[in-house]
Nanobody
Framework: QVQLVESGGGLVQPGGSLRLSCAAS????????MGWYRQAPGKERELVAT???????NYADSMKGRFTISRDNAKNTVYLQMNSLKPEDTAVYYC????????????????WGQGTLVTVSS
């Protein structure tokens, strides 16, 4: 069984920074892509950024230049560095892992973390 555990959320002032981490566990052989999504109150979940095992990244337009996604394949961990945070960045941030292969060749289409709350407020 594959689990994702996020950490690093919290309260930050506008203009501040936070770094989110998400570690995958569970006898993992490979994860094709990992990423972050977010859901603000009353809104649908939206893409923040994704990164492949080869390091290719994709960002939502509103996050480009402020957020940076990175990944440590050896640790099955993905990070999201968030700078110049705005009140509209307030949301629950969810980690996602897609195309997962574990020992024994078992494959998972995708797994979600439980979410971590980021609040940007003065």
């Amino acid at each position: 069984q594959v689990q994702l555990v996020e950490s690093g959320g919290g309260l930050v002032q506008p203009g501040g920074s936070l770094r989110l981490s998400c570690a995958a566990s569970g006898s993992i052989f490979n994860i094709n892509a990992m990423g972050w999504y977010r859901q603000a109150p009353g809104k649908e979940r939206e893409l923040v950024a994704t990164i492949t095992s080869g390091g290719s990244t994709n960002y939502a337009d509103s996050m480009k230049g402020r957020f940076t996604i990175s990944r440590d394949n050896a640790k099955n961990t993905v990070y999201l560095q968030m700078n110049s945070l705005k009140p509209e960045d307030t949301a629950v941030y969810y980690c996602n892992a897609a195309g997962i292969t574990v020992e024994g060749g078992i494959k998972y289409l995708e797994v979600w973390g439980q979410g971590t709350l980021v609040t940007v407020s003065s």
